[in-house]
């Protein structure tokens, strides 16, 4: 149980286009879904937290308008890269929770993220 | 604020060997432990959990034991195997926003 689809799990793509992630609770309603960014060899940055019905909480220094964030159901997340540079290239990986602090966060599989 | 403070890796342990990974942590409130591991080019997977003091997670052969004295949560496992290289992150969840505080994570290689 618990499992936490994301997809694609790998896009290429030129610069300037905008590019959608999607994250889906497949088995189970989550109350809030996280958005995180992976460098190489480091550790997972919150950019986002997000609940169903209402805007996204971005963390310090994540720009929103870059990093569109829709939460259209409480088993659909989606983070839209939009106008994306090769500076945006990473790691990017969802998470979902069910519950308060004490329940684990569930994780999808990551998308790597390639702007040319 | 909160933070996760975790051994810098590699470890690089021969298999059976004996893994101990050290985990200390600072937190406002009273916060929730856990474990994930990584495997290459994958998202976390849940490893293990505690979320009181005394409380012990296993799983997999891997312990951790929350120790709010010495506010600690080290991961150990008796005998390690080589599926068991990955990445190791020490995490704490608190009320508030029920956000994860990861620690900078700590990869492990298993050699035959």
């Known amino acids: 149980g618990a499992v936490v689809s994301q997809h694609p799990s790998w896009v290429i793509c030129k610069s300037g286009t905008s590019v959608k992630i999607e994250c889906r609770s497949l088995d189970f309603q989550a109350t809030t879904m996280f958005w995180y960014r992976q460098f190489p060899k480091q550790s997972l940055m919150l950019m986002a937290t997000s609940n169903e019905g209402s805007k996204a909480t971005y963390e310090q220094g994540v720009e929103k308008d870059k990093f569109l964030i829709n939460h259209a159901s409480l088993t659909l997340s989606t983070l839209t890269v939009t106008s994306a540079h090769p500076e945006d290239s990473s790691f990017y990986i969802c998470s979902a929770l069910v519950g308060g602090h004490r329940q684990p966060q569930h994780f999808g599989d990551g998308t790597r993220l390639s702007i040319l | 604020g909160d933070s996760v403070t975790q051994m810098e890796g590699p470890v690089t342990l021969s298999e059976e060997a004996f893994l101990t990974i050290n985990c200390t942590y600072t937190a406002t409130g009273y916060p929730s432990l856990f474990w994930y591991v990584q495997y290459p080019g994958e998202g976390l997977q849940l490893l293990l959990k505690a979320t009181k003091a005394d409380d012990k997670g296993s799983n997999k052969g891997f312990e951790a034991t929350y120790r709010k004295e010495t506010t600690s949560f080290h991961l150990e496992k008796g005998s390690v195997q080589v599926s068991d290289s990955a990445v190791y992150f020490c995490?704490?969840?608190?009320?508030?926003?029920?956000?994860?505080?990861f620690g900078g994570g700590t990869r492990v290689l298993v050699k035959p």
């Open positions: 995490a704490l969840s608190e009320l508030a926003g029920n956000k994860l505080t």
